[in-house]
Structures are given as C-alpha cells and as structure tokens.
C-alpha cells in the first residue's frame, strides 16, 4: 500500500470511531452540539481527504450526509435515535467503501444496494424548502445580482519543503473543481532560481487564482486544512480592492504587473484604491504617533519602577510561547520496537563494561561507564514514552461492543469509562483487547439482569457497567465492574464439582470459587448463545492477561454486582530492577516492588528457621524461601536478608542470601520450554554473561495466597 492511502486509511479509521463513539452517547437522542460537532467533523474530514485521492464514490456518499448533519448542527432537524441509529450505518458502510477502495477492489453488489438503500433514507431527511411560484422571479434576479460576488481571488504560495509532505499539487487543484470553477490561474515563478541550483524536493511555484464558487472563505480554506502549516493563503472576494493591495504589499514585486498581463485586474483598480490606502496609512501614522507621544509620558511617570519592564517583558515572552504551534509525527510502530531492542542491547553492552571496569579497578572507567548509565536511563525514559499511550482510544471501542451486545439481548445498559487518560505501554493495550471484549460480554449476558428482574428487585431497570483504569504501586488496574447479580458461588462451585475440575470434599475459599469461572470448559449459563454458554471465551482471558505478567483477580456479592480486576505491568520491554542471588542461582526483582530490605541478624534466626512467617515491626509478614520455592540444592545455614515486595494489597518477604543493588534490565523471554515456571516472568543477561531469572512477584504472591497465609 502507498504511504499516502495509507495514511488516508489511518486517518479515516480514527475518523471514523470518534463518529462511532459519539454516535454512541447519542442513541437516545441528543442535542449536544459538541458531540454533533465531532459526527459532522468526522464525515467532513472523510469527505475532504476521499476527495484528493479521487474516491469519487465516498465523496458522494458522504456529502450527503454532511449535509443532513449541517442542518442538525443549525437546529432544523433533531437527532433523535432513529437517526442516530441510521448514522451508525452510515458509518460502518463508510467504513467497508474505505478499505474497498484503499484495497482497490470492487464494491460488491451488497454493498452497492446498501449505499443506495442508506442514500434514499437520508435523502427523505434533506428538505428542499418549497418555493411559490410569485417569488421565484425575485429569486431568480437575487442570483443575477449575486453572481458577480461570487468570485473570489486565491493566492497560494507553498512551504519550501512541501513535496516531502506526501501532498501534492493536483490533488489541491481537483478539490477546487468540486466546489466551484477556475475561472483564471496564473502560475507565479519568479523564485524559480537557475537550472544548476534548482533542487528537485523543493518547491517553487506559486499560484494567483481566480475562482467561481458559493462556497464560503471558510469553506474554501478547508481546502487546506490538512496542509495549513505548509502553505501561505490568502482567500478574498475578487472585488475586495484593499485586499488586494495589502497582498501587493506583502508578495513578490512583479506580482502587480503578474495580475494585469493576465487580465486578473486593471492597472485602474490598483491606482484608485492605492489613494485610499495611502489616505489610511496616513491617519494609522498619526494614530500611531499620538500613541507613542502618550507611551513616551508614561514611561517618564514609571521611570522609578523597575518591575514595569519586567512585566512588558514577561507579557511578550507568555505571548511567544502562546504562539508556538505543537506538532505531532507519525511513526510506524515497528520502528519504535527497533528501537527499544537496540536500545536494550545497549543497556547490556554498557553493564559488560561497567564490569569490566570493577574487575580492573579503572576508575576512569567506571566513571564513563557511570556517565553513560545516566544517559541511558535518560534516553530509556523518552523512549519507553514514545510507547505510552492512554486507554481511551482503545477503551472507546468498546462502546460499540456493549451497546450491540445489549442491544441483542434486549437489556439497557449505562457504559461508564473511567480513568482513559491513564497511560499503558502500547504493546499491553494492543494484546488487552480481546479479554476485555471477554469480560465486557460476560458481565452484560451474565451479569446484568433483564429490565423486569431489575424492577422485580427495586433496581434501575438500566444497568451499569464501569470500565476504569488507574496507576498503583507501579503498575496499573483495570476494573471491570457491574450492578447485576453477582456470581452464585454455589452454582459455581457446583458446575466445577460436575466437570471434575475440583473434587467433592475440596476446601476453597470465596476468591478460589470465582476464579474457577476462569476454568476451561466451564460455564454457569443456562443455554448456549452466539455470545457465550459454551465455557470458552474466560480460560484465554486468564492465559492472556498471565502473558502479560499480569494477575486477574475477582470481588463479587450476590444480587449486588461483580468486579474483576487486572493488574499490569506498565511496560514488558526494560525495568529497573534490583539484582540478588539465592543458592546459586542470580534473580531480579522489580524495583519498584520493593517495599524494603531487612538484614537477618542474629536475634532472628531461630524466629526465621522452619517458620513461614516473621514478625516486623508489630506486623506479621509472610515468608517464602526462594531456595526451598525453586527447588534448589539446599545450602547450610539461614538465609541472611529478607526483600519485602509488595503487589496490590498484598505483602510477603522473600528470604534470599545476597544483595547486589540496582541494575537496569532487559527483559528477555526464556522460551516456550520455561513458559510454565512459576515465580519467573523472563531473563537478563548480566553484564558478566551470566543469566538472571526476572521474578514474576504476582505468581510468587498467589502462591503464598494459595497456602492460606
């Protein structure tokens, strides 16, 4: 695919779900001019840029619809739900003429009868208001009257880098032809500089235009509303004079005589109203001259105040950052990837060299070695930013899939996101989509109750259902919560008993029961759906969620509702990590897990030996031995430090034998042979060559959970 379709595609897609989104909002009815605003926006835009690339089809398709919401934005129609029911069509069938044209294929005859179906609906929509027959010749003598006033003067000047902005000129000049007619364009090429300097990515020209339409400048200049920055426009009526001059005063010297030698205007038109600008000039410079005189008084009075200057100074200075334009750059996902595995590479490479400079007491060295780890943390933050992006845009998607899935079940459902500004490593949003369509689905089928069962139990017959998302303790929570039923621990547990999954005389507490709803073949559903009841659909949840080293974790209470909470880590790339060793085996430790590192003196061996938990401070703290834990050939002694992590609200204190302090660490998988290893999430190469296994703190925490301590 070309870069510029694709791009198109791009932009029309993230078009396309903010008209989704707040189509959404909207189907009750509205008469929210923002959200009104962001629907003709989106079709505006779509129109506009489907237009340069000559998808005559979607152009037709969309300025229909451009116009119908033209006239809600004005008030002459209300955008009750059936209409917003029907711009929903509208733009799921924009959306399959989008990726029909960018993939060059033909519209299948489905899709043509629906084009032409959703035309006559809106079409019924569009009033041409009636016209008596006693006031159409007056209305017939306005167009006679106006049809001189309808041309206007268009002069375009391009930025010197505008062919490498993937635009090009054509394409401007076709857009013009669908709005109205050229009547004259006079290219400008007097910065065209000899053959032997001319480079061929700069652009020259400019044009002088004159052009017939009924558009507004507005509308005009929307033209360029995708290339603003790049261009140099002036819009005005063609009989506007003093406009003229004061584009005479700011262009090239031979543009006057440019415009007259191509019968654009007269040599009388600049004449005459030449003496009225000098008339005017003449009353600004005295204006001006008074001003200066009474500015001159006041800075006599405020001679003795130092802070005025001061002020005038910092007023300028807010004025020119206010003036700075922000600007933002696309760039393919797959580079920002490279990126961060070099810049992992380079992590290892400069821990090879700290090491090597410890071992040969080069202090000169280490201290470059020292100076490099700064930048590297530096430039892994920025990096690691580029990554980061809010929730909302993946989370707004879901809308459409809560609102069509109560839809089929004939229930009403509020869908609340909280928290989309909270910012997630790119790679975790793009792989936490399916699970959340998952649970999203399995908290309306099963949570929320039908209208009349909600009314029969004196709640709102529309339920909610919340999706939030908010940073914690180094990680971040996603919180899918409803108002519905609950979960029925003893239909569950139950079905499990009946699918061999647990055994009759098992002894679980209430978080075990929910969690086996996440169980493969297990499903409380009365009936089999095309949405769930085949037990399917929860068990790739969990394995999903794991492979992001997160934990999922469920709350619910009966007729009260259910909550299932994720946590995640905010990025799986590099961490900042805290390297120990236990027996003979090197780990790291997200640092920050860390709570603290308590040294095992002598007073507390004879506590710590044999025993799983340690008194700190007034507070009893779970113990688990990382030797005993993987296995490892047991060494004599005790072990000699304690690491206290923390993951959500729960505690427990690792026993392991050394520390060696920070350490910034690639994480590296470890394959599908120790895909299944509990306790570890990865492996870092240290700078010695060895290997060390990154510990997975929610797995070591479930199993302390798990033996009840």
């Known amino acids: 695919m070309d870069e510029e379709l694709s791009l198109f595609l791009e932009d029309a897609t993230e078009q396309l779900q903010i008209m989704e989104s707040a189509l959404l909002d909207a189907k009750d009815g509205t008469d929210d001019l923002e959200k009104i605003g962001e629907i003709f926006r989106a079709m505006h835009t779509i129109k506009g840029t489907a237009g340069m690339f000559e998808f005559d089809s979607i152009v037709s398709f969309t300025h229909i619809s451009e116009n119908l919401l033209d006239d809600i934005r004005a008030g002459k129609i209300n955008l009750d739900a059936n209409l ?42 569009v009033e041409e208001p009636e016209i008596e027959e006693n006031d159409q010749s007056h209305i017939e003598s306005e167009k006679e009257e106006d049809h001189n006033d309808d041309v206007w003067h268009v002069s375009l000047r391009f930025d010197k880098d505008f062919f490498t902005t993937g635009m090009d000129v054509i394409s401007i000049f076709r857009f ?25 990515l700069t652009t020259y020209i400019g044009f002088e235009i004159d052009f017939q339409s009924t558009c507004t400048k507005e509308e005009i200049a929307e033209i360029f509303e995708f290339v603003e920055d790049d261009v140099i426009l002036s819009i005005f009526k063609h009989s506007d004079k003093k406009s003229l001059i004061d584009l005479i ?15 654009a205007y007269s040599s009388e038109d600049f004449v005459e109203e030449t003496k009225e600008v000098v008339e005017e000039t003449k009353e600004i410079i005295d204006d001006q001259i008074i001003t200066e005189k009474k500015l001159d008084n006041e800075k006599q009075n405020l001679s003795t105040d130092d802070t005025a200057p001061k002020k005038d100074t910092q007023k300028k200075e807010q004025k020119a950052q206010n003036n700075k334009k922000s600007s933002s750059l696309r760039v393919d996902s797959a580079k920002v990837d490279l ?50 992006v809010q929730v909302k845009d993946s989370f707004v998607k879901f809308k459409r899939i809560v609102n069509d899935t109560a839809k089929k079940l004939g229930k009403n459902i509020d869908f609340i996101i909280e928290g989309g500004e909270t910012e997630l490593d790119k790679s975790v949003v793009e792989k936490l989509s399916d699970p959340l ?16 069962i909600r009314e029969g139990k004196n709640k709102n017959k529309k339920g909610t259902v919340y999706l939030r998302a908010y940073p914690d303790s180094g990680s971040i929570i996603i919180e899918i919560e409803d108002d519905g039923a609950g979960i029925n621990k003893e239909i569950v547990l139950q079905k499990a008993i009946d699918n061999g999954i647990v055994s009759q005389s098992a002894n679980l507490s209430d978080k075990e029961i929910y969690k086996l709803i996440f169980e493969a073949g297990l499903s409380t559903a009365s009936e089999v759906s095309d949405i769930s009841g085949r037990g399917v659909g929860m068990d790739v949840v969990r394995r999903n969620i794991e492979a992001l080293r997160g934990i999922i974790d469920i709350d619910s209470t009966v007729n009260k509702g259910s909550k299932i909470t994720i946590r995640l880590p905010l990025t799986l790339a590099i961490i900042d990590g805290f390297l120990v060793q236990a027996g003979q085996t090197k780990y790291i430790i997200p640092l920050d897990l860390i709570s603290e590192c308590i040294e095992l003196k002598q007073d507390y061996n004879t506590i710590v030996k044999g ?99």
């Open 249 to 263: 005063n700011t262009k090239e010297d031979d543009l006057e005589e440019l415009l007259i030698e191509h019968g």
């Open 611 to 709: 025993s799983s938990t340690i008194n700190i401070r007034g507070d009893i703290l779970p113990l688990l031995d990382i030797i005993e834990f993987f296995d490892e050939e047991k060494i004599e002694g005790i072990r000699k430090n304690i690491v206290v992590v923390r993951y959500g609200n729960y505690k427990v204190g690792l026993l392991i034998d050394e520390l060696y302090g920070e350490q910034q660490t690639v994480i590296k998988p470890l394959g599908d042979i120790f895909e299944n290893v509990p306790g570890v999430s990865g492996g870092s190469i240290l700078g010695t060559g060895e290997v060390a296994l990154i510990f997975d703190i929610s797995r070591l925490l479930e199993y302390k959970i798990k033996q009840g301590v």
């Open 339 to 388: 990126l961060i595995n070099k810049m992992g590479e380079m992590v290892m490479q400069n821990a090879k060299l700290a090491q090597y400079a410890e071992e040969n007491n080069n202090d000169d060295l280490e201290e470059v070695s020292s100076g490099i780890t700064v930048l590297l943390e530096e430039v892994r933050e920025a990096v690691m930013n580029i990554r980061m």
């Open 176 to 200: 013009f032809n669908k709005l109205g007619d050229i009547l004259l364009n006079i290219p400008v090429m007097s910065s065209i500089p000899k053959l032997e300097n001319i480079d061929c």
């Open 437 to 452: 369509v998952h649970m999203l689905r399995n908290s309306i089928d099963h949570g929320i109750e039908m209208p009349e």
């Open 84 to 125: 917003a029911s029907l711009f929903m069509q509208v733009k799921d069938t924009t959306e399959e003429m989008i990726e029909c044209s960018v993939k060059e294929l033909e519209f299948s005859e489905a899709l043509i009868e629906t084009i032409n179906e959703l035309k006559d609906k809106l079409i019924i929509f």
